[in-house]
């Protein structure tokens, strides 16, 4: 005969069996019997962090660097509501993740009781998927179906909404067979449509290769690494794609769109072949999607069916998990097609050159004020690549996408479809618990970083040796550089004039707080910041004029690119709507 347990334990069981080791929450009402089961309990560590949102950020940024699906418990009400922006994050960026909130007993679900939401009608549309929990005899099953839902083809968060009632009834634990014939992921791609790529990789003059983040969360770095190098094809990245392959490789174009580099953008609309590998098309990345790559046909690898041919033509569609579909590929380029691939690339390779040449990534150096880039040039220098880097949103997320070089997948932890403000922070302790012996950065805005700046608390109370750099330029940078470029500089609400002292509020935290006002500081300050076992906010008083060059306008193409030295854009390029 089986002892009955609480819904409350019986959840924690089914998290031990799901091996989860960190949740990060905040307490409440109808979540209190959870949390008293938490309370002694050695396998489960809650981390406690100062808002949900920052909860729901460090459960993506652990899940981002670890690779495995990132854990949240928060109350009913206001706590499930403010993991919204977390949530849609996640699923922007296919992070796998189960948030857990709490809610009314079930007789009082719709009567408008205290604190009560439907955060399952909410977060529908940004959610891979979601369950009320109404019988605490499903509760073992659900959690492990959501598990496996949040991990498992295009990953994405799922959230499990627990009435107070299933949490205090008692029933009897059982760890089921998992059974759902209605979700089935397609891994293996068509071998009939890998030999059609091949075959044009094999005929193309002019092909690049376009890596997103499905490289990443697949663990296909080699696989891709394999394919370049093979077949002498150049690699560009987007924005989630910085670490699948080695940005300090030589067939590596860094970046490609908006904020992208000169030489990516033009081999893009140059090419006559693309291989778009675990990417979706971002408008960031196409920029005027009727004027992009005109002459490529294109070639879609995706776990995902619906990204594929979603914005663009696609010429060869291939669904499966991009790790399995380039060894499979690998296997026929070297197997089946027969090319002296050195010679066919040489002139291409050499064109790339030219533009490299041309226009590198650059900015304008001073003596007296400290260049935002210099600032991510010295962290990339001091650390050799070798480190965990969080972004905030904005001008600081660019310039570092630009001026470090990410060699290695799970090293850049970005917001990348949402672009959430305050997201790297939470995020970068949610990394350092996954990896605790590794430099954990957030490179910051003075703007972001107020966002969830409660987290120092979460970062101090666990010791963690997280470092913050603020590139601090007392605006909005990125809202301001759009305002001075197509809003003839009307600054509206954009000058953060009474910026706090972040020394200080480093200091009122318990944490450490340094500051560089010219460029000779900025070594000593990060020296020291990488030196002291604590956690640092470091102060980089930034030049307010820099703006983030190459920039393609809204609604231009990708290769109709601004650069630093030129004047105002014309009338003609005012951004479109």
């Not at 109404?134 to 949040?150: C, G, P």
């Not at 005929?203 to 663990?219: D, E, T, W």
């Not at 150096?365 to 001091?382: A, C, G, N, R, W």
């Not at 990708?558 to 014309?570: G, R, S, V």
Request: hydrophobic letters at 40%.
């Amino acid at each position: 005969m089986h002892n009955k347990i609480t819904g409350a334990e019986i959840l924690i069981e089914s998290l031990k069996k799901e091996g989860v080791k960190y949740i990060f929450g905040y307490p409440g009402g109808v979540v209190l019997n959870i949390f008293d089961h938490l309370y002694e309990n050695k396998d489960l560590n809650l981390i406690l962090t100062r808002h949900e949102q920052g909860a729901v950020h460090a459960a993506d940024g652990f899940a981002r660097a670890s690779g495995k699906t990132g854990v949240a418990l928060v109350t009913s009400g206001p706590g499930a509501t403010n993991t919204v922006t977390g949530i849609a994050t996640a699923s922007m960026d296919s992070i796998p993740m189960v948030v857990f909130s709490g809610q009314v007993p079930t007789m009082l679900i719709g009567n408008d009781a205290f604190q009560e939401a439907d955060i399952v009608g909410i977060t529908r549309p940004c959610t891979k998927y979601n369950f009320l929990v109404k019988d605490v005899s499903d509760l073992s099953r659900i959690v492990k179906e959501a598990f496996y839902i949040a991990s498992t083809g295009r990953p994405g968060p799922v959230l499990i909404d627990l009435p107070k009632d299933v949490t205090t009834c008692k029933a009897d634990f059982t760890w089921p067979e998992l059974d759902m014939r209605s979700y089935k992921p397609t891994y293996e791609g068509n071998k009939w449509m890998i030999t059609q790529a091949a075959n044009l990789m094999a005929k193309s003059k002019k092909p690049i290769i376009i890596a997103g983040g499905g490289v990443i969360i697949s663990g296909a770095a080699k696989e891709l690494r394999e394919l370049a190098e093979h077949t002498g094809i150049p690699v560009t990245m987007t924005l989630m794609g910085l670490g699948g392959f080695p940005g300090s490789h030589k067939l590596s174009l860094g970046m490609l769109g908006m904020h992208g580099t000169y030489y990516a953008n033009k081999a893009v609309q140059d090419s006559d072949l693309i291989i778009a590998v675990g990417m979706r098309f971002d408008d960031r990345v196409t920029g005027k999607v009727d004027a992009f790559a005109p002459n490529a046909k294109i070639v879609h690898i995706d776990i995902d069916p619906t990204s594929i041919k979603k914005n663009v033509r696609v010429d060869v569609p291939i669904v499966g998990d991009v790790k399995r579909v380039l060894a499979v590929m690998n296997k026929v380029l070297k197997e089946e097609v027969k090319e002296q691939w050195d010679e066919v690339r040489k002139a291409w390779l050499k064109q790339i050159d030219m533009w490299r040449a041309e226009r590198p990534m650059s900015y304008t150096h001073s003596d007296e004020i400290i260049k935002p880039q210099f600032v991510v040039e010295k962290i990339y220098e001091l650390t050799k690549g070798d480190a965990i880097i969080t972004t905030e949103v904005g001008q600081n997320q660019m310039w570092t996408a630009q001026f470090y070089k990410f060699d290695k997948p799970r090293t850049l932890l970005t917001s990348g479809g949402l672009g959430t403000m305050g997201y790297g922070f939470p995020a970068a302790i949610g990394a350092q618990f996954a990896h605790p012996e590794k430099l954990v950065i957030d490179i910051a805005g003075d703007g972001s970083i107020q966002m969830n700046i409660q987290e120092l608390a979460t970062a101090v109370i666990n010791k963690l040796p997280v470092k913050v750099a603020i590139l601090n330029n007392r605006f909005l940078g990125m809202v301001r550089q759009w305002q001075e470029l197509f809003f003839e500089e009307r600054y509206s609400h954009t000058k953060l004039d009474v910026v706090p002292d972040f020394v200080k509020i480093a200091e009122a935290y318990g944490a450490v707080g340094l500051r560089a006002t010219k460029p000779s500081e900025v070594e000593p300050v990060l020296k020291e910041a990488f030196k002291i076992k604590r956690t640092v906010f470091m102060d980089f008083v930034v030049d307010w004029k820099e703006k983030v060059y190459p920039m393609v306008p809204a609604g231009a193409a990708i290769d109709h690119m601004l650069f630093e030295q030129e004047k105002k854009p014309e009338k003609k390029l005012k951004a479109v709507k």
